[in-house]
């Protein structure tokens, strides 16, 4: 089973400086790959669909994708204290998603 | 507005009980999900639906099962809760393929005394 390692576990930003997390996966057995973010007690929200190497914008978030190194990145642009979440990123093959234990952002004012 | 409705939103049962958690989609997705979500164990993915009574066994399916009798409704079904499924349960649903978007409930929180 792919295991998904999410990078930092936690990370404290000011308002408007650029925040990135980091994915990394076991295997290379995902062919398709999108970031999701989670408020508190509330459902997954998707932010970034990518499904081949390069970069993926949507907004103020943009996805990178290296299959060889097999790693996603997700960079916030401006973050507000509004996205202060926890993110997840997820690979997926056939519909399946395996996710990462995520990371918790905190955008200060 | 694309919705994935989950309920009830909060669920406390004694061990033993029998729970039932129900999920509804308003997309005509064909397929559908169940995961549930620990702290330090992320989101599994319990079962998959593909359509109507065609249900897959997902990574953590022990002591679960599933019933799909209409494409927009997905049960979630505990026979004899344990303690060890005390847990955030999420429907998701997507509309098929392979490569589409899940798109999530906003959970069942359960108890199990």
């Known amino acids: 089973q792919q295991k998904v390692q999410q990078s930092p576990e936690s990370l404290t930003v000011s308002e408007g400086a650029m925040a990135s997390l980091n994915c990394t996966f076991s295997d290379g057995t995902s062919n398709n790959f999108r970031w999701y973010r989670q408020h508190s007690a509330k459902g997954l929200e998707v932010l970034v669909s990518i499904f081949s190497d390069g970069e993926k914008e949507e907004g103020r978030f943009t996805a990178h994708l290296n299959r060889a190194n097999l790693h996603v990145s997700l960079h916030i642009r401006e973050p507000q204290p509004s996205d202060s979440a926890v993110y997840l990123c997820?690979?997926?093959?056939?519909?399946?998603?395996?996710f990462g234990d995520g990371t918790v952002l905190t955008v200060k004012p | 507005d694309m919705k994935v409705t989950q309920m009830p939103r909060y669920l406390i049962k004694r061990m033993g009980e029998n729970v039932l958690l129900e999920c509804g989609q308003d997309?005509?997705?064909?397929?559908m999900y169940w995961y549930r979500q620990d702290p330090g164990l992320g989101l599994q993915l319990i079962y998959i639906s593909y359509d109507v009574d065609s249900n897959s066994e997902g990574d953590i399916p022990k002591g679960y099962r599933v019933s799909r009798k209409k494409r927009e409704h997905f049960s979630l079904i505990l026979d004899s809760a344990k303690t060890n499924q005390t847990s955030v349960y999420f429907c998701?649903?997507?509309?098929?393929?392979?490569?589409?978007?899940?798109?999530f409930g906003s959970g069942t929180r359960l108890t199990v005394l």
């Open positions: 997309m005509s997705h064909e397929t």
């Open positions: 997820a690979g997926g093959n056939t519909g399946k998603l395996t």
């Open positions: 998701a649903s997507s509309g098929g393929g392979g490569a589409e978007t899940l798109y």
